[in-house]
């Protein structure tokens, strides 16, 4: 897959065959041969056939780009990795931290395969080292938001998400991450789901009081919170305390599926780190009553993803790629899979993992409209038809960077 970096000061007039944004609105026209005008990385304007534009520039070097035949797609946006684990072993990625070269190695090809199947932006669940934040100051792209690490009650769930934060402590802790440059705060709510027993969750950390005065805190910053909640307790309970993203949400229930439409507050299902267990022998994919709870789970994530967007609620699309069996990007299109397998729709999908996902990110690229800023995919079909085709991208542009990052 190339990565190509617009240059500021240069104009570029890019041939496509449709240009598509993601909520089934077209850019240009239904059908293909449209031109995309790209200046000062950003969108300038977006022609179909025969119509003429000019750059207010016209002075400037033009590049001309031919796309023709691929179409035009907003980036695929993953809102839950953990770019500290590679999942594939999960021992030998918390011993790879302690060797930096071997975890530069990691971390690279980590990003190229989450680049390869489209993804251009990432946003990081945490990890005790904060090694998410290290290589966003290092790459370009995948363009990458990290929480630096995740708050905890100490002595409970997630001891490599981050080292436990005594609520006494919060207000400095907060400091501390802003300082360091966290792009939200991610709180672990409720330990992990069994995959031994049916509904079984790992219990509640925190109380009400105790959830809000974090929610406020990170607000008070200018922070978003990204709640880990995998029971419906500790999601109600999230919903209640205005975290901004819900992740995981096993065995929510109806009322928590109204309570994050009414509030407006996006529902990240990661259900790929359920599925892909069925796949690992030590966790059950050998063992037939594990294997049943492991699907009955999965079955169940599913339904509610189904009602989800009847009821109004906004999904974006996280993998917690990095957990075992999730491979960075790859995990992105077996979870978009699991997406149509609830049911949903090609254009609900791609919106899902697009535009919501870049709100999710507080990032202006969900659309291919002018002003927009220049990032996008180039893939071969209509993606409105056939996903499948996501999976095998040729193209992906983003604005250039004057930083010098490594590319
Ligand atoms: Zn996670």
Wanted: one cysteine or more.
């Amino acid at each position: 897959m190339n990565v190509m970096y617009f240059e500021k000061d240069k104009n570029y007039k890019i041939h496509a065959g449709r240009i598509i944004n993601c909520d089934g609105f077209f850019a240009a026209g239904r059908a293909p041969g449209s031109t995309l005008y790209v200046a000062e990385n950003r969108i300038a304007a977006i022609t179909h056939r025969n119509e003429v534009y000019r750059f207010s520039r016209p002075d400037r070097t033009a590049v001309e780009v031919d796309l023709a035949g691929l179409t035009i797609v907003p980036p695929l946006i993953d809102c839950h990795v953990h770019l500290a684990l590679d999942g594939i072993d999960f021992t030998a990625a918390l011993k790879r931290w302690d060797n930096q070269a071997e975890l530069d190695r990691s971390i690279q090809e980590q990003l190229r395969d989450t680049l390869d199947c489209g993804i251009l932006a990432v946003r990081d669940g945490g990890d005790r080292r904060g090694i998410a934040r290290q290589a966003k100051s290092r790459y370009n792209a995948p363009l990458i938001k990290s929480p630096v690490h995740a708050l905890r009650k100490p002595k409970t769930y997630g001891a490599f998400l981050g080292q436990g934060t005594k609520q006494q402590e919060l207000e400095n802790v907060l400091d501390h991450l802003a300082t360091l440059g966290a792009d939200h705060v991610k709180v672990i709510v409720s330990g992990v789901v069994s995959f031994k027993e049916y509904g079984q969750v790992g219990p509640v950390q925190y109380t009400y009081e105790e959830l809000a005065q974090i929610v406020h805190g990170a607000h008070h910053r200018g922070l978003k919170v990204m709640a880990h909640a995998s029971s419906d307790e500790a999601v109600s309970l999230s919903i209640a305390a205005g975290v901004d993203t819900v992740e995981h949400g096993y065995f929510l229930s109806d009322d928590s599926l109204a309570g994050l439409a009414e509030k407006r507050i996006p529902w990240l299902p990661t259900v790929i780190p359920v599925a892909a267990q069925l796949r690992n022998p030590t966790t059950g994919g050998s063992d037939r009553h594990n294997r049943y709870v492991i699907e009955k789970t999965v079955e169940r994530q599913l339904a509610m993803i189904n009602k989800a967007p009847g009821l109004g609620v906004v999904l974006g699309v996280g993998t917690d790629a990095g957990a075992g069996g999730v491979r960075h990007g790859y995990g992105f299109h077996q979870e978009l899979e699991l997406y149509k397998n609830a049911g949903l729709s090609n254009s609900q999908i791609l919106q899902s993992a697009t535009l919501n996902g870049a709100n999710i990110l507080n990032l202006d690229w969900g659309r291919i409209e002018p002003g927009y800023p220049a990032a996008f995919i180039a893939v071969a079909g209509n993606p409105l038809d056939n996903l499948a085709p996501l999976k095998h991208l040729k193209y992906a542009f983003l604005p250039g960077d004057s930083t010098s990052k490594q590319q």
